[in-house]
């Protein structure tokens, strides 16, 4: 396979660790040869023309390994989070995805340090290279300069212990621990913003819930109201109803008994003139003096009079009854017209009064 070129994949297993497995020691396994390709292309360049290995980078064509770290760097932190989702739900067996992922990394480190010959410069400005390229961005940028520096980190000057005896277990053990790590804070704080999101909706739910419930309390609240507005009004009306009939029902006896006293007044009044006017013809008659007679028909007289004033304040006072209850009922009926008052002379005012006066002699 040449620097720059791409591989078949393979066909999918049958089971879904089988091939996540499958998955990743083929993507090492490109990403391997493909390294392998570049290194040896950029060397050949580099003995033909006799130019530092910085120089080389277009030969060596680290986008097109970034490329295909990518899919790698996938797949190892699938890795990571089935191994602490494993950790989280307590199940007693989650050493496999460290095995697998050891596996993977394994290929990748060795292919490194057999592509550069154990060169650690070579390496590190390599790796420099390729965790610049765009296709690397946020998380996957910095794991892959977790690896550089892992690997770097790991290796010495003498090029041939980093090419033949260098702990490649031990390097990708040490990665996996950081990864694995950074997963599991990963994992905790998607727990945690998942919860809050569960809680947020659980009061938001609350609170609409609770808004109803208020919303129906005041619309009975409401109603209960109107219902007993209502039924005051119709008690009132009922009411004002039967105090018209009670008040019509009063004023008529009064208007017959005052009718009744006005007549008998009538009467009185006019024997009081007849009476008062036999004595002034009585009086003309004899003007030289009044017998004992005549005296007490003045006498009569007089008591008709006061007879006839008193009987006069009765159906005035009777009248002035009949009035205010009459007045009551158009208040009620909402017709009322202010009562005119009655002065004291209307009231005790004698009707058709003459003047009992005596001539001189």
């Known amino acids: 396979i040449k620097c720059?070129?791409?591989?078949?994949?393979?066909?999918?297993?049958t089971h879904p660790l089988q091939q996540l497995s499958s998955m990743m020691q083929s993507s090492a396994a490109l990403f391997a040869i493909l390294l392998g390709a570049c290194f040896a292309q950029a060397a050949a360049a580099r003995r033909g023309r006799g130019r530092g290995f910085l120089s080389l980078s277009a030969e060596m064509q680290p986008q097109v390994v970034a490329q295909t770290l990518v899919k790698v760097e996938d797949e190892w932190r699938s890795e990571a989070r089935a191994s602490a989702e494993c950790e989280e739900a307590g199940a007693g067996d989650c050493g496999s995805a460290p095995l697998r992922f050891?596996?993977?990394?394994?290929?990748?480190?060795?292919?490194?340090l057999q592509a550069s010959g154990g060169d650690r410069g070579i390496v590190q400005e390599y790796l420099d290279e390729i965790c610049a390229e765009e296709k690397l961005?946020?998380?996957?940028?910095?794991?892959?300069?977790?690896?550089?520096?892992?690997?770097?980190?790991?290796?010495?000057?003498?090029?041939?212990?980093?090419r033949e005896e260098l702990n490649v277990p031990g390097v990708c053990h040490e990665f996996w621990q950081g990864l694995a790590e950074d997963e599991k804070v990963q994992l905790k704080s998607e727990r945690a913003e998942a919860k809050a999101q569960e809680e947020r909706r659980a009061q938001e739910q609350k609170a609409e819930a609770e808004r109803r419930a208020a919303q129906q309390k005041a619309d009975e609240e409401k109603r209960v109201q109107?219902?007993?507005?209502?039924?005051?009004r119709r008690a009132a009306e009922q009411k004002a109803q039967e105090s018209k009939k009670a008040v019509a029902g009063t004023a008529q006896p009064a208007v017959v008994n005052a009718t009744h006293h006005e007549e008998q007044g009538a009467s009185a009044e006019a024997a009081a003139g007849t009476v008062r006017q036999v004595v002034v013809n009585a009086t003309h008659h004899e003007a030289e003096g009044v017998s004992a007679e005549d005296r007490e028909a003045e006498q009569v007289a007089e008591e008709a009079d006061k007879r006839s004033r008193e009987v006069s304040a009765t159906i005035a006072e009777a009248k002035s009854i009949v009035e205010e209850d009459l007045h009551v009922q158009a208040q009620?009926?909402?017709?009322?017209e202010p009562l005119q008052p009655q002065t004291a002379a209307e009231v005790v005012k004698p009707k058709g009064k003459q003047a009992n006066s005596t001539p001189g002699a």
């Open 4 to 13: 720059g070129s791409s591989a078949a994949s393979p066909g999918p297993p």
């Open 226 to 232: 109107e219902q007993k507005a209502a039924e005051e």
């Open 137 to 162: 961005q946020g998380w996957r940028r910095q794991l892959c300069q977790s690896f550089g520096n892992t690997v770097t980190a790991a290796m010495t000057a003498d090029v041939y212990n980093n």
């Open 332 to 336: 009620a009926n909402g017709t009322a």
């Open 102 to 112: 050891e596996k993977s990394c394994a290929t990748v480190v060795n292919a490194v």
